[in-house]
C-alpha cells in the first residue's frame, strides 16, 4: 500500500487496567509488512490509501504483541480525514504449538494453522443429490469460522507455533496445497497456558475434489486470461462461479458442490 497523507487512523493499544502497551505492530490483513508499531504511551498512527479512486474504503488491521491475544481491528476510512479509533484493547495470549501431519503421520511444510470457532458450521441445504454436503464441502475449501487472519504456517518438519491465541474455546484448524482441510476437537485456552504437542492430520485431496484444465485456441496454443463461468441447479438452489485462467491458459476450480455441472 502506497501511503496518502491525509488519509491515516490514530488508536492507543491500552491493557485491561488502560494502562499503554508499546511495541504493537499493526499490519493490514494478510500482510507480512508492519505499518507501525505504537509508541511507549500505546498510541500510534498510520497512513493508507485506496486501491482504488474510492472517497470511502473498509480496511482490516492485525494487532500484534508478544504475550498479547493477536486482535483484528475494522475501521471505516475517508479520503482526507483522520479516522479516530481510541483506545484498543490487548488481552492476554496463549501460545499454541504441535505439528501438522499427512495420513501417513509425515511432517507437512507450509500448511497453514490457525483456530476457528468451536462448533462447525452447519450449511443446511441438503437437497436429493448431495444429502451430506456440509463435511465435503467444509475439507474442501473451509469456513468463514476459520479465521485466516491470525493463522501461522508450519516449518519445513512439520511444526508450528501459533502466538497470540486468545483465551478461549476453539478449533484448531489447518490447510496445505494438495490436501483436505482438517481440524481437532475444540481446545480450551487459559491465559497464562500454553498448549504443546498438538497434532493436526489434513487428509489427502480427493480427484473429485477440483476441475482443472487447460484453455487452448484451435491451435493449440494456450489462450491466457480468459474468463471461465461454471454452473450448477439443484432442486433448492443454483449458482455460477468463475475464475481467469493463468498465463499459460491453466485454470482451476475447488468444487463447492457434488453435482452436475456445466
Same mark, same amino acid.
Given at each position: ?13 491500552? #491493557? ?7 511495541? =504493537?505492530?499493526?499490519?493490514?490483513? /494478510? ?10 504511551? %500505546?498510541? @500510534? ?8 479512486? !474510492? ?37 492476554? %495470549? =496463549? ?27 452447519? +450449511?443446511?441445504?441438503?437437497?436429493? !443429490?448431495?444429502? #451430506?454436503?456440509?463435511?465435503? +464441502? ?18 519445513? #518438519?512439520?511444526? /508450528?507455533? +501459533? ?5 478461549? @474455546?476453539?478449533?484448531?484448524? %489447518?490447510?496445505?496445497? %494438495? ?10 485456552? /487459559? ?24 484453455? @487452448? ?33 491453466? /485454470? ?11
Amino acid at each position: 500500500v502506497v501511503p496518502a497523507p491525509g488519509s491515516s487512523v490514530t488508536l492507543r493499544f491500552v #491493557d485491561a487496567a488502560g494502562g499503554p502497551w508499546s511495541d =504493537v505492530s499493526l499490519s493490514q490483513r /494478510f500482510a507480512q509488512e508492519a505499518l507501525g508499531t505504537s509508541a511507549r504511551d %500505546g498510541r @500510534l498512527e498510520i497512513e493508507l490509501s485506496p486501491f482504488a479512486e !474510492e472517497v470511502e474504503w473498509n480496511v482490516a488491521l492485525v494487532a500484534r504483541r508478544s504475550g498479547c491475544a493477536t486482535r483484528e481491528v475494522r475501521a471505516t476510512l475517508r479520503v482526507g480525514a483522520t479516522t479516530q479509533l481510541g483506545d484498543v484493547l490487548l488481552g492476554p %495470549g =496463549v501460545v499454541v504449538a504441535g505439528r501438522v501431519l499427512d495420513e501417513e503421520g509425515r511432517g507437512i511444510a507450509d500448511a497453514q494453522v490457525g483456530l476457528g470457532e468451536s462448533e462447525l458450521p452447519e +450449511l443446511g441445504y441438503a437437497s436429493a !443429490e448431495e444429502p #451430506d454436503p456440509a463435511e465435503g +464441502l467444509l475439507r474442501r475449501v473451509g469456513s468463514e469460522a476459520f479465521n485466516h487472519a491470525t493463522a501461522t504456517k508450519s516449518a519445513a #518438519d512439520g511444526s /508450528f507455533r +501459533l502466538e497470540g491465541a486468545e483465551p478461549g @474455546l476453539w478449533r484448531p484448524w %489447518g490447510h496445505a496445497n %494438495g490436501k483436505r482441510y482438517g481440524w481437532g476437537e475444540p481446545l480450551e485456552l /487459559f491465559a497464562g497456558e500454553d498448549v504443546t504437542g498438538l497434532e493436526l492430520v489434513l487428509p489427502d485431496e480427493l480427484v473429485t475434489d477440483r476441475i482443472a484444465g487447460i484453455v @487452448l485456441d484451435p491451435e493449440g496454443a494456450p489462450i491466457p486470461k480468459a474468463q471461465i463461468l461454471m454452473s450448477y441447479q439443484t432442486e433448492s438452489e443454483g449458482n455460477t462461479i468463475s475464475t481467469t485462467v493463468k498465463g499459460d491458459g491453466s /485454470f482451476e476450480f475447488v468444487l463447492r458442490r457434488e453435482v452436475a455441472l456445466t
